[in-house]
């Protein structure tokens, strides 16, 4: 389930991991990512893990 999500999941494994993913440095990886994928960059004012998660999700992610 996590072949295109790869980089989403791995953020998931360590809370070091994450805080590096979410970090400035992390930002270039998570753009490798989104052209690899065929993805536009943000537009949206969100973070690069709801932005996965919103393209790739069978489920719908309302911010309230």
């Known amino acids: 389930k996590c072949e ?3 980089l989403f ?5 360590s809370s070091r991991l994450r805080t590096f993913l979410q970090s400035v ?5 998570w753009g490798v990512a989104r052209c690899a994928a065929g ?14 998660r919103f393209a790739y999700s069978a ?6």
């Open 4 to 6: 295109r999500l790869t």
């Open 9 to 13: 999941c791995l953020s998931r494994t």
């Open 25 to 29: 440095a992390g930002q270039k990886i």
């Open 39 to 52: 993805l536009p960059d943000l537009a949206a004012p969100m973070a690069e893990l709801e932005y996965v």
């Open 59 to 64: 489920g719908c992610f309302v911010r309230t």
